[in-house]
């Protein structure tokens, strides 16, 4: 059976504020510049996730997109999408929601929940210059 990889993308926008509380106002200004601005800023977030598995001979699909935007929906935009990151998601709580962890928090909700197929990847461009991937390292 052939092999094949398939991304779905999704779209969402939030809020965070870049914070670490180990440190002192001086050092998080200089770690984290204007992201550290007390009352947040947002961004309009473009998430990648990409799955590969045996293309199926009767349907030809790796998986079906319309079900990996189901779980996408349901894992993942219900809980981000125009939410403060820091703290309207439960499943962020004491992370620093940098868009690296952010990245490694989405692929947890993912892993496990895909049947057959094996999650490749997760994308998360922050802007159109920022872009974020992780592989389960």
Same mark, same amino acid.
């Given at each position: 059976?052939? !092999? =094949?990889? !398939?991304?779905?993308?999704?779209?969402? @926008?939030?809020?965070?504020?870049?914070?670490?509380?180990?440190?002192?106002?001086?050092?998080?200004?200089?770690?984290?510049?204007?992201? #550290?601005?007390? #009352? *947040?800023? *947002?961004?309009?977030?473009?998430?990648?996730?990409?799955? @590969?598995?045996?293309?199926?001979?009767?349907?030809?699909?790796?998986?079906? /997109?319309?079900? /990996?935007?189901?779980?996408?929906?349901?894992?993942?935009?219900?809980? /981000?999408?125009? =939410?403060?990151?820091?703290?309207?998601?439960?499943?962020?709580?004491?992370? !620093?929601?940098?868009?690296? #962890?952010? =990245?490694? =928090? !989405?692929?947890?909700?993912?892993?496990?929940?895909? *049947?057959?197929?094996?999650?490749? @990847?997760?994308?998360?461009?922050?802007?159109?210059?920022?872009?974020?991937?992780?592989? *389960?390292?």
């Amino acid at each position: 059976m052939p !092999i =094949a990889r !398939i991304t779905r993308r999704v779209h969402f @926008s939030a809020g965070h504020r870049l914070h670490n509380p180990t440190f002192d106002a001086e050092r998080n200004r200089a770690t984290y510049g204007l992201c #550290n601005n007390p #009352n *947040g800023h *947002g961004h309009n977030y473009d998430l990648e996730v990409t799955v @590969s598995g045996e293309v199926d001979p009767e349907t030809g699909f790796v998986m079906d /997109l319309k079900l /990996l935007k189901a779980l996408l929906g349901e894992q993942v935009l219900t809980d /981000l999408d125009h =939410a403060n990151l820091n703290v309207d998601v439960d499943w962020l709580e004491d992370v !620093i929601p940098t868009t690296e #962890n952010l =990245a490694v =928090a !989405i692929w947890n909700r993912l892993d496990g929940r895909l *049947g057959d197929v094996t999650l490749e @990847s997760v994308k998360i461009w922050e802007t159109e210059r920022n872009m974020v991937e992780y592989r *389960g390292e």
